[in-house]
T-cell receptor, first 112, second 113 residues
């Protein structure tokens, strides 16, 4: 299994609160991704990174920001959480640009 | 506009029989396709992939078929086992070298003992 951890694994927060989710990898992979999974939508890409300090938007990036200051860490921040951001968030990594992505265990976020 | 479609939200089969999960795509630039399996409360796990230069790839009980002219791929599981019960996601990439995966909405497979 790829060495990917996500923290926290579960979080309950209130609307308007900032939230940061962390993805940590031990594989030294260049590419890192944040997805959300919602019923009826499958997996949707939020943001991704193709190197330290290099990030780009995905399909559903509004309301989210990311940062990558080290190869091993990719942070996802909800600046002001809303109930529509209640979801399960998955981090993924890949070694090459077009290659299999490997997923972390997920973070379940509930915004009240 | 959904570029990767899994039109069957669910599928139920008997243990020992074949499971066939289907996936259609609309973007002709896709050239690499993957299947992921997901159990509840876990992250998706990679199952099998296929490049557009092939029409079949096999790994044990799992075979993926690609029909480029029909923009269709399928995952065959033979024989199906109760432990195969999970949600299966089809994904595609390529688009001239894109690093992004585009996922379908998933098909929930239930294998009955």
């Amino acid at each position: 299994d790829a060495g990917i951890t996500q923290s926290p694994r579960h979080k309950v927060t209130e609307t308007g609160t900032p939230v940061t989710l962390r993805c940590h990898q031990t594989e030294n992979h260049r590419y890192m991704y944040w997805y959300r999974q919602d019923p009826g939508h499958g997996l949707r890409l939020i943001h991704y990174s193709y190197g330290v300090k290099d990030t780009d938007k995905g399909e559903v990036s509004d309301g989210y920001s990311v940062s990558r200051s080290k190869t091993e860490d990719f942070l996802l921040t909800l600046e002001s959480a809303t109930s529509s951001q209640t979801s399960v968030y998955f981090c993924a990594i890949s070694r090459l640009r077009v290659e299999t992505q490997y997923f972390g265990p997920g973070t379940r976020l509930l915004v009240l | 506009d959904q570029q990767v479609k899994q039109n069957s939200p669910s599928l139920s089969v008997q243990e020992g029989r074949i499971s066939i999960l289907n996936c259609d795509y609309t973007n002709s630039m896709f050239d690499y396709f993957l299947w992921y399996k997901k159990y509840p409360a876990e992250g998706p796990t990679f199952l099998i992939s296929i490049s557009s230069i092939k029409d079949k790839n096999e790994d044990g009980r799992f075979t993926v078929f690609l029909n480029k002219s029909a923009k269709h791929l399928s995952l065959h599981i033979v024989p199906s086992q109760p432990g195969d019960s999970a949600v299966y996601f089809c994904a595609a990439t390529g688009q001239g070298g894109s690093e992004k995966l585009v996922f379908g909405k998933g098909t929930k497979l239930t294998v009955n003992p």
